[in-house]
C-alpha cells in the first residue's frame, strides 16, 4: 500500500477554495478503525457547510462531507465492534448511540462529521469505533453511503419518532434524497404517498417508485389539490422540506392531529405559520435532526429486508467534486455520490 492518500480539504470557507491535496495515510489510535473509502454521498446541507450558509466553525484545513461507505482496513487498540474485511457506513453525529444527544436548552447538539469534526472525502480515514455501523448486505457501497444522513433523516422522521403505521397518508415535497427515502420507506410500511414537486418528468419517475399520487405544485395550488384528494382530512405525516413560509402550507394541508417533520431550509432558517390551524388541529410539529446511531441500524435492517434501493441520480470520480457539486447545485433526483 502506498504511503500517501488523497483527500479533499479547504483552507477557507468557499467553493473556490476546496483541493484535491496529498497526505500521508493516517493511523489508528486506541478504539479506533481505518477505513478505505470507496464512496461518499453528497447532502445539500454538505454544499451549505462549504459556502459557509452554515455558521459553524470548522477545523481547518477542512475535509467536507459526512457520508461514506468503505471497508475497515486497519484496526486501533482495544477496538472490538468490528474485523478487518467489514463493509461499513459513517454515522451522522459522532457519539450519538441512543435515546437523546448531549446537550442542553442554551447549547443545542450538532457535532457532526463534515461539520465540527473532519468528513469523509478522503481515501482512508480514521474514526473511533463508535462512529460508525455495518453496511447494509443488499446494497453496494454507493447505495450504502447514501444512508447516514439522508436516509436516517426520513427514517427518523416516519418511523423512528413518526410511529408510521400501514394505511395513514404522506406527503413528500421535493425528490431530493430525504424525500425518495422518505417515499420508499412510508410504502415499504404500507402508506399512501402524495408528492410534490415542480417537475411533470420528475413526478412521473416517482410514481415509476410507488408514489400514489402526484402534485405539480406550479400548476396549481397543492393544498386544495390536498384537500380534493383525500376529500378534505387532509395527510398524517408532512416531510417538509422546504421551511420558510412553506410551512404555513404544511400546517393547511396537515390532518387533525397529524404530524410535520421540519427536515428542511431551503428557503431559510426563519420558518412562519398561521396560529389558527396550529391550534385547531393541534398537530405535532418535530425538528428532525438526523438521527442516533441505533435508529441507523434498525434502518440498515430495514433496508435489507424490504430490498429498498436508493435513488442514485449519478455516481461521480472522487476527482470530480466540482462537478457533482454543480450537479447538487442545479436539484438531484435522489443522491449524487463520489466512488473510487
Not at 233 to 259: F, K, W
Not at 280 to 300: F, W
Request: proline share 5%.
Amino acid at each position: 500500500m502506498a504511503d500517501t492518500m488523497q483527500r479533499w480539504t479547504m483552507n477557507a470557507i468557499g467553493r473556490e477554495h476546496l483541493q484535491l491535496t496529498n497526505c500521508a495515510i493516517p493511523q489508528p489510535g486506541p478504539h479506533q478503525v481505518r477505513v478505505k473509502v470507496n464512496a461518499v454521498a453528497l447532502n445539500y446541507r454538505d454544499k451549505m457547510v462549504i459556502e459557509g450558509a452554515m455558521p459553524l466553525e470548522l477545523p481547518l484545513p477542512f475535509i467536507p462531507a459526512s457520508d461514506m461507505a468503505g471497508i475497515v482496513d486497519a484496526i486501533g487498540s482495544g477496538s472490538t465492534r468490528f474485523h478487518l474485511g467489514d463493509r461499513v457506513i459513517s454515522t451522522f453525529s459522532p457519539d450519538w448511540i441512543d435515546d437523546k444527544p448531549n446537550g442542553d436548552a442554551r447549547n443545542p447538539p450538532y457535532r457532526t462529521l463534515g461539520g465540527i469534526e473532519q468528513g469523509m472525502l478522503a481515501e482512508y480515514v480514521v474514526v473511533d469505533e463508535n462512529w460508525l455501523s455495518v453496511a447494509p448486505s443488499t446494497l453496494d457501497d454507493a447505495q450504502a453511503s447514501t444512508l447516514p444522513c439522508a436516509g436516517l433523516t426520513a427514517w427518523f422522521a416516519l418511523v423512528e419518532r413518526g410511529h408510521l403505521r400501514a394505511g395513514e397518508s404522506v406527503l413528500v415535497q421535493g425528490t431530493g434524497g430525504v424525500a425518495l427515502f422518505a417515499l420508499q420507506l412510508a410504502k415499504a410500511q404500507g402508506a399512501q404517498v402524495f408528492i410534490t414537486s415542480s417537475s411533470d418528468e420528475k413526478l412521473q419517475r416517482a410514481k415509476a417508485l410507488g408514489a400514489d399520487y402526484t402534485i405539480n405544485r406550479l400548476q396549481s395550488d397543492w393544498v386544495e389539490q390536498i384537500y380534493a384528494l383525500t376529500q378534505d382530512r387532509g395527510i398524517d405525516h408532512i416531510i417538509e422540506i422546504v421551511g420558510g413560509t412553506n410551512l404555513a402550507n404544511s400546517i393547511q394541508a396537515v390532518a387533525i392531529h397529524g404530524r410535520i417533520s421540519v427536515i428542511g431550509v431551503l428557503e431559510g432558517f426563519d420558518i412562519t405559520l398561521p396560529a389558527g390551524p396550529l391550534l385547531l388541529k393541534s398537530p405535532t410539529i418535530q425538528g428532525i435532526g438526523v438521527g442516533h446511531r441505533r435508529a441507523l441500524e434498525d434502518l440498515v435492517r430495514a433496508v435489507d429486508a424490504n430490498g429498498i434501493k436508493p435513488i442514485i441520480d449519478q455516481r461521480y470520480r472522487f476527482d470530480q467534486l466540482p462537478e457533482a457539486l454543480e450537479h447538487l447545485d442545479r436539484g438531484a433526483f435522489g443522491k449524487i455520490v463520489l466512488v473510487r
